[in-house]
């Protein structure tokens, strides 16, 4: 008998939706007519257009299959998600080890989903329009772990969006789940791929509306293969060419996490921020590559760029303001590369702080240890995730204020206080992309990066007007203040989150010393009285290690770094390669010692 049968259901709840699914079609269907339609004008709409009919069964229908699933489940489990149990059993999945995985394993693993990420990073969409595209992450690019265009253009989007709407609903106790039992942890898990699947849809089919959009020769030579009907098997065609690279992206991080080291979203961001950040210190072709290199266009690099000004300005040059250009030019000015290093050190620093617990072995006398809770107990995984819920809202923003359809959505199309975005002239005015907002919550979440756009802008507002893009000094002030408690407060928010899901609190904590068969000198060998000890340690640092990350994030973009890279990607890319670099030290102890590794696993 098929699983989903073995499922205890109430029928009666597929016939309700199955006619609201009718109406929703007819709804659909009035909307597009603009009146009420008799049942005989809805059956001759089915018909005529059924191609349209067809589409829209596609995008809804899945909806309502989910909901289905879960509105109809009435068996002994508390959560309602046991109903996606069948349809989650048979998705993808790279399973875990079942043995130990050496140290050299791993590390191909992982070399080998770094290269597979660059050459997809390379590989373009085909039949796609360069000309006419607009990169709706372009402030937030460097953190994304895409590339403008490629089949990764969504990179991590998606995944950290899942994580980010799993983290909230069991946060806010909607999913009745509890993370300690392993069965629940194990459904959490199933439904986050299936809520993966779906964001890159929700984020890719909205992209071939006048972002991602076909060439003309393209669609002329889908036209030849089915008449009239060309624009639509393009957009097909790109919206699974996105979707191909973004679940295999997702799959890749699977099986960093299973097979090798550290974690996959991470190595992707990391891998993209370096090489911005590399191209952005050393690179030595100019800005503008098709002109010759001049002072109007030097070299792109930090260091070559310096040079460059310096040997071609005056002393008078210099005196006379050029010495803004070569301070503080962006993207790589030298007080952006001194950024960079700044926020270097300072996470270099607060990576290696940490609070030590003494630990003893329960038979073993003399076997003593340390549990380390890290000054960033969080992890960069909070920022991650800010960045993410960031990046989600200027898309969205800038799809309900340009695509015409959605645009007359209720509150949200086309209004002002969830983003504006400038016309090609606009843009032009201020030097910016039609991508960047200009208005409303998306204006004043937005990224900043570096002193050139928020401090000089306040110091000399005559001489960088365009910075302020039409607002006043106030409400410039109000952007860079909104910005950086923004990034602050929903690190902390995601770090709480975090710490509750990946089982890193005291209760999660407590069994695992207890289980490695250790105990904390002086105190009885309970889990209880381990976690009371733990509670006076861990929630704390995670509130502070969340506000921490965020500051860290927010004075980083505050400054500026090189390769426009956004301060946010250098304090994760920092953060990321420290951790790996443990990671890799711990692997080789638990090939060393037996006896450690058990300590570890456990």
């Known amino acids: 008998m098929p699983e989903d049968e073995e499922i205890p ?11 609201i699914f009718l109406f929703t079609i007819y709804a659909y269907k009035a909307y597009q007519a603009g009146a009420v339609l008799s049942i005989q004008a809805f059956w001759n709409g089915l018909i005529k257009d059924w191609i349209d009919t067809l589409i829209f069964i596609l995008l809804v229908g899945p909806l309502f299959y989910l909901i289905y699933l879960v509105a109809s ?66 402030s937030f690019r460097a953190i994304m772990a895409g ?35 392993e069965e629940d942890r194990s459904l959490y898990q199933g ?45 097909t065609f790109i919206v699974l060419q996105l979707f191909f690279g973004s679940y295999l992206l997702f799959m890749m991080d699977e099986l960093v996490s299973k097979w090798g080291i550290g974690s996959g979203v991470s190595l992707f961001i990391a891998a993209g921020v ?31 760029r310096t040079y460059y000004l310096l040997t071609h300005f005056s002393a008078a040059d210099l005196y006379n303001g050029r010495i803004e250009t070569v301070l503080f030019g962006m993207p790589n000015g030298i007080v952006a590369l001194i950024g960079t290093l ?5 996470v270099a620093w607060t990576e290696s702080t940490k609070i030590e617990l003494p630990l003893a072995h329960e038979r073993v006398r003399g076997a003593r240890g340390r549990y380390p809770i890290k000054l960033l107990y969080a992890s960069n995984i909070p920022v991650i995730l800010t960045s993410a819920l960031m990046a989600n809202i ?17 509150i949200l199309g086309h209004d002002p206080w969830f983003g504006v975005y400038p016309n090609s002239t606009q843009a032009a005015l201020y030097g910016i992309q039609t991508s960047t907002p200009i208005g409303g919550l998306a204006y004043y979440l937005s990224n900043i990066n570096g002193l050139g756009q928020w401090l000089l802008p306040l110091m000399e507002p005559s001489t960088y007007s365009s910075a302020f893009l039409g607002h006043s000094e106030l409400q410039f002030v109000i952007h860079v203040l909104a910005f950086t408690f923004f990034m602050i407060g929903m690190s902390v928010l995601f770090a709480k989150f975090w710490i509750e899901t990946t089982n890193m609190n005291a209760e999660s904590v407590a069994k695992q010393i207890l289980s490695s068969g250790m105990q904390i000198p002086g105190f009885r060998r309970e889990p209880k009285v381990i976690e009371s000890v733990l509670n006076k340690y861990i929630p704390p640092i995670t509130t502070f ?18 390769g426009n890279t956004t301060g946010t990607g250098v304090l994760l890319t920092v953060g990321i390669v420290i951790q790996f670099y443990e990671a890799m030290g711990r692997e080789q102890l638990m090939e060393m010692h037996p006896v450690i590794r058990q300590f570890f696993e456990g």
């Open 9 to 19: 259901r109430n029928r009666s709840v597929g016939i309700v939706l199955f006619i």
């Open 73 to 138: 489940y009435r068996g002994s489990k508390k959560s309602k998600l046991y109903g996606l149990l069948p349809l989650v059993e048979r998705l993808p999945v790279i399973r875990k080890p079942q043995r130990h995985v050496r140290f050299r394993e791993k590390l191909f693993w992982t070399g080998l989903i770094l290269v597979l990420y660059f050459v997809m990073t390379n590989i373009y969409i085909y039949g796609l329009n360069t000309t006419n595209m607009v990169d709706v992450f372009s």
């Open 147 to 181: 590339a403008e265009g490629s089949i990764l253009d969504l990179g991590i989007g998606p995944i950290v969006t899942a994580s980010i709407i799993m983290q909230l609903f069991v946060g806010a106790k909607l999913l009745n789940l509890d993370l300690g039992n």
């Open 191 to 235: 439904v986050q791929k299936l809520l993966v699947i779906i964001m890159i849809f929700v984020e890719a089919i909205p992209q071939v509306f006048g972002y991602l959009t076909p060439d003309s020769s393209f669609v002329s030579m889908l036209n030849g293969v089915w008449p009239g009907h060309g624009t639509f098997l393009a957009d």
């Open 274 to 304: 370096s090489q911005a950040l590399i191209t952005g210190t050393i690179n030595w072709i100019p800005g503008t590559p098709t002109q010759p290199v001049s002072v109007l266009n030097p070299p792109s690099g930090t260091i070559p």
């Open 342 to 346: 700044i926020v270097f050190f300072l």
């Open 394 to 410: 200027t898309m969205w923003s800038l799809i309900f204020w340009t695509n015409p359809a959605l645009a007359h959505v209720p």
């Open 545 to 562: 290690s969340g506000a921490a990350v965020g500051a860290l994030a927010a004075f980083a973009g505050l400054i500026g770094t090189v």
